[in-house]
Nanobody
Framework: VRLVESGGGLVQPGGSLRLSCVAS????????MAWVRRVPGKEREWVAD????????AYEDSVRGRFTISRDNANNMVYLQLNNLKFEDTAIYSC?????????????????????WGQGTPVNVTL
């Protein structure tokens, strides 16, 4: 299993970025996928989830309405569109494979159901 993220960078508050993750080594279209983020020195935080066929999405409260997760199963890609970025969104963002679909925010927050992670791409919201 390999997950490789890209698309991070420096952005001003209110700006946008689109993160990408390419997956390989498993049957991508049979797994839910997630994005998580980590501020150095702090615990990882779940951000968003999408089911295998892309029919159901879930978001952490702090990003709902600003971030959008999507996927392209034909190309083994999962994306995270980040809009209206805030200082507190600064983190390293990773995509992850989920072993069991989650259909509620409380379940999605359980990181123990994520079994493969990418190295991450940094997002730095700064003036």
């Amino acid at each position: 299993v390999r997950l490789v993220e890209s698309g991070g960078g420096l952005v001003q508050p209110g700006g946008s970025l689109r993160l990408s993750c390419v997956a390989s080594g498993f049957t991508f279209n049979t797994y839910s996928m997630a994005w998580v983020r980590r501020v150095p020195g702090k615990e990882r935080e779940w951000v968003a989830d999408i089911t295998a066929r892309g029919l159901v999405e879930a978001y952490e409260d702090s990003v709902r309405g600003r971030f959008t997760i999507s996927r392209d199963n034909a190309n083994n890609m999962v994306y995270l569109q980040l809009n209206n970025l805030k200082f507190e969104d600064t983190a390293i963002y990773s995509c992850a494979r989920r072993t069991t679909p989650c259909y509620s925010v409380s379940t999605c927050r359980v990181l123990g159901f994520l079994d493969a992670w990418g190295q991450g791409t940094p997002v730095n919201v700064t003036l």
